[in-house]
């Protein structure tokens, strides 16, 4: 791997494996050119990440040919998409935040949850997406069970304080765009 490259699946390689992902969904494999007008970058940008998915064994790819994924590249984007729809589903139909604004929210938040923090999600998500009365004692167990794993079986002051200011009615300042 050239000096400066980094051997590490960033953020941005991830979202070029879901582009690549989506592409073979339709047909048998990915060009350079369909990556970059899918995702509107150069077309040396394109190559530049897809040479970096190559040596990081997630995607086969010759100068000039088509790209493809292989398995590991599969089972990760696979990964990604399923982990974006769940925080998508959650943050528009649980949190009633619109459409556009959950996609790009569960974009760029997917990049950065571990393993375990999938996990977390993953088990909320059955929990909560189709929440009843009957489903209580659940979410009641799942909170309890992850204020043990953080160490906090009761909340902290600093939490109650903010709970009693929103309970209060006092004002937040709205972040532009949502």
């Not at 990440?49 to 984007?77: C, F, M, N, S």
């Not at 959950?102 to 950065?112: C, F, G, P």
């Not at 993953?122 to 909170?143: M, P, T």
């Amino acid at each position: 791997m050239p000096r400066g490259r980094k051997k590490v699946l960033t953020p941005t390689l991830e979202d070029y494996l879901v582009v690549i992902y989506e592409i073979q969904q339709k047909q048998p494999a990915a060009r350079i050119s369909t990556v970059a007008r899918k995702v509107g970058v150069t077309f040396p940008s394109v190559t530049n990440a897809v040479r970096r998915l190559a040596d990081l064994g997630y995607v086969d790819y010759e100068k000039y040919g088509l790209i493809t994924l292989t398995p590991k590249g599969k089972r990760k984007a696979q990964t990604m998409l399923v982990l974006q729809k769940r925080i998508k589903n959650f943050f528009h139909y649980v949190l009633g935040v619109s459409m556009d604004a959950a996609e790009k929210i569960a974009r760029h938040l997917s990049h950065y949850l571990t393993a375990r923090t999938r996990e977390r999600v993953k088990e909320f998500y059955r929990i909560i997406i189709n929440f009843d009365k009957s489903k209580a004692e659940e979410l009641e167990k799942f909170i309890k069970e992850s204020r043990e794993l953080v160490n906090a079986p009761e909340l902290p002051q600093e939490v109650l304080d903010d709970l009693a200011a929103i309970e209060r009615g006092e004002k937040e300042e709205e972040e532009e765009g949502e």
